[in-house]
């Protein structure tokens, strides 16, 4: 084996400057992302963002036209899928329908001429992780979805890959199961330590399960960060309009931190890139919207004025669409104890603080998915 070395283990996958082109489409373009080892990294964005390809890349079913790819810290290119550290589980679980599903999960070592002795190990230890032993000798065709899905992870996992990849692997399951899923797939992760590449659409998915987020918007990583970080400090309205809710604003910025609105002037306390003059977004979260009857004592910054059009009740929050005129909707959620007492027709005052308004550059780019 190699000498051990005292540099810090090389991370899991390393993306540099990697482009795939189909046609006139950059389906990636100028990639570069580093999967840290050990870690669960979701790649979220829109429909046709390049999610699919980054993964179809690192295993080795798509070549780049430009770039490099690194597992375990070494190139990938030319290593043929079968001979990488990675494995891959797909929405569309893909297991032989004629095997059990022993022999499903023994599959891959069968090619891999591990001999027959230590294969009824690691299968009956892979189907123990997602606790399907009992199901050793069914058919798939007599599992159901999850458990599919399960066996799927488990042979994806019988060789112990360095790396994971998944590709919306809980797409097909119902909401509830999806959900209890999420809740395993995490464990299991940490449990392993095997780091895993997670693509979603589903924002919610990825908030809940990711140590980190890779949001990607047009074949690039737009921001990478923990959720809490994407959720309260997004680097561009795109991020800020995709994760979580958010109202928009157009304005014209000012002097420190003012911006000149359609709805009148705000103030922003956060840093922002944008200079005075400049076309601007503006973005407040609908859970940091204050909601009164009566006019808010003090600045008229950050105040609208306008008229409650709908009111649902989602048992811990209420929500509120306040039409503030000019085709101008505020959503507004407030904690249910402390929603205030208004219904549809009732005029309404929304505030918010400096401190909850993000500014961000006007790039004419459509923010929500
Ligand atoms: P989805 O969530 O819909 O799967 P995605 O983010 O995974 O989308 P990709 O599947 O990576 O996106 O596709 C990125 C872009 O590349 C899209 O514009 C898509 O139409 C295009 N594309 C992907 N695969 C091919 C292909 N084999 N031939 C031509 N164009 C392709």
């Given at each position: 084996p190699p000498a051990e070395t005292d540099a810090a283990p090389a991370d899991a996958v390393v993306l540099r400057r990697v482009s795939k082109l189909y046609g006139e489409v950059a389906a990636v373009d100028d990639l570069t992302l580093t999967v840290r080892r050990g870690e669960f990294l979701s790649l979220l964005g829109?429909?046709?963002?390049g999610k699919t390809t980054t993964l179809r890349m690192i295993a080795g079913f798509e070549y780049p036209d430009t770039g490099d790819i690194l597992v375990d810290g070494r190139?990938?290119?030319?290593?043929p899928p079968y001979k990488r550290q990675v494995n891959t589980v797909f929405q569309a679980y893909a297991l032989f329908p004629h095997m059990s599903v022993a022999e499903n999960v023994a599959y891959g070592l069968e090619q891999q001429r591990t001999p027959k002795s230590e294969i009824r190990g690691k299968v009956a230890e892979a189907l123990e992780m997602v606790q399907m032993r009992s199901y050793a000798n069914r058919r798939p065709t007599q599992l159901s979805g999850g458990q599919q899905q399960r066996v799927a992870l488990a042979r994806a996992l019988v060789n112990r890959p360095s790396v994971l990849l998944l590709d919306e692997p809980l797409g097909a399951l119902d909401r509830q199961l999806r959900e209890e899923m999420q809740v395993e797939l995490k464990l299991l992760q940490s449990r392993l330590g095997i780091s895993f590449v997670f693509v979603t659409h589903d924002q919610g998915e990825a908030l809940s399960m990711s140590d980190r987020i890779a949001i990607m918007r047009e074949g690039k990583v737009e921001q990478l960060g923990d959720a809490d970080t994407i959720y309260s400090s997004p680097a561009s309205a795109y991020v800020a309009g995709f994760v979580g809710q958010q109202n928009f604003l157009e304005g014209r910025a000012g002097e420190s931190g003012a911006v000149e609105t359609e709805l009148g002037p705000m103030r922003s306390s956060r840093p922002s890139e944008t200079r005075p003059g400049e076309r601007v977004r503006v973005a407040v979260r609908p859970e940091f919207v204050d909601l009164t009857a009566d006019q808010p004592d003090?600045?008229?910054?950050?105040t609208v004025k306008g008229t409650v059009i709908g009111v649902a009740h989602q048992g811990e929050t209420r929500q509120f669409l306040v039409d503030?005129?000019?085709?101008h909707t505020l959503l507004v959620r407030r904690p249910t104890p402390r929603a205030p007492r208004l219904d549809v027709g009732d005029p309404a005052w929304c505030h918010w603080s400096p401190e909850d308004v993000h500014v961000f550059p006007h790039d004419g780019a459509h923010s929500a998915p």
């Open positions: 829109p429909s046709g963002c190139s990938v290119l030319g290593v003090g600045t008229s910054e950050n503030a005129g000019d085709e």
